[in-house]
T-cell receptor, first 112, second 116 residues
C-alpha cells in the first residue's frame, strides 16, 4: 500500500455545514479507503471506493475518486459535533490483506 | 460487524520493565494482524505485520528484539515491549483483516502506554 496525503491538515466548521477533505496519492490503485479516528481511539472504516468507481455514498458521506488526477475527496454533509475526528485516506495498490499506510490526516472540528 | 479488542486500554509501567499488549479478533479469525504506534498529534506508524504461526515482519527501524510479537492463534496477537523506556510511551493500535478478498481493516481501540 502507499501513503495518501490529506488536505487540509485541519478544518473547522459549524454544525450543519458541509466538510470536504481531499486525498492525493502517487501511483495507480486498486481501491481507496477512508477511515475516521476519534481522539484517543482506534480507526473506524468509513467507506471503500474501487478504482473503477467515480462516486460512492454512505449516509451523509460522499466519496469521489479521480484516478486521472490521483485524488479522492470525502464530503460530509450536514456535519454534527460528533463528526469531530481525524480522517485518513488509505490508497491501496497491493492485494487484500496487506498493511495500510497512513498520512497525517485531516483533523475536523465541528462546533455547535 | 468485525470487532477487535485490545487489552489493556491503559498501562503505566516503570522504566526497564516489560509490558504485554493483547489484540483479539472477537468474532472472526485473523491470519494477519498489524501493529501501529501513534505519537501525540501524529499519524499511525506501521510497526509490524503479525502472521499466525510464523514470525512477524517488522518495518525498517523497528527493533524486533524490543517489540516482541507473537501470533499464536487465529484470534490473538500480542505485542511485548521489552525493557521499556520513557520514549516508548505511545498509543499502540492493532488491526486485522477478514482475509480473502477483503481490503477493510478493523482496528482495536488502542492501548495507551506510559513509561515512567
Amino acid at each position: 500500500s502507499q501513503q495518501g496525503e490529506e488536505d487540509p491538515q485541519a478544518l473547522s466548521i459549524q454544525e450543519g455545514e458541509n466538510a470536504t477533505m481531499n486525498c492525493s496519492y502517487k501511483t495507480s490503485i486498486n481501491n481507496l479507503q477512508w477511515y475516521r479516528q476519534n481522539s484517543g481511539r482506534g480507526l473506524v472504516h468509513l467507506i471503500l471506493i474501487r478504482s473503477n468507481e467515480r462516486e460512492k455514498h454512505s449516509g451523509r458521506l460522499r466519496v469521489t475518486l479521480d484516478t486521472s488526477k490521483k485524488s479522492s475527496s470525502l464530503l460530509i454533509t450536514a456535519s454534527r459535533a460528533a463528526d469531530t475526528a481525524s480522517y485518513f485516506c488509505a490508497p491501496t495498490s497491493n492485494q487484500a490483506g496487506t498493511a495500510l499506510i497512513f498520512g497525517k490526516g485531516t483533523t475536523l472540528s465541528v462546533s455547535s | 460487524g468485525a470487532v477487535v479488542s485490545q487489552h489493556p486500554s491503559r498501562v503505566i509501567c516503570k522504566s526497564g520493565t516489560s509490558v504485554k499488549i493483547e489484540c483479539r479478533s472477537l468474532d472472526f479469525q485473523a491470519t494477519t494482524m498489524f501493529w501501529y504506534r501513534q505519537f501525540p498529534k501524529q499519524s499511525l506508524m506501521l510497526m509490524a505485520t503479525s502472521n499466525e504461526g510464523s514470525k512477524a515482519t517488522y518495518e525498517q527501524g523497528v527493533e524486533k528484539d524490543k517489540f516482541l510479537i507473537n501470533h499464536a492463534s487465529l484470534t490473538l496477537s500480542t505485542l511485548t515491549v521489552t525493557s521499556a523506556h520513557p520514549e516508548d510511551s505511545s498509543f499502540y493500535i492493532c488491526s486485522a483483516t477478514l482475509g480473502g478478498s477483503s481490503y477493510e481493516q478493523y482496528f482495536g481501540p488502542g492501548t495507551r502506554l506510559t513509561v515512567t
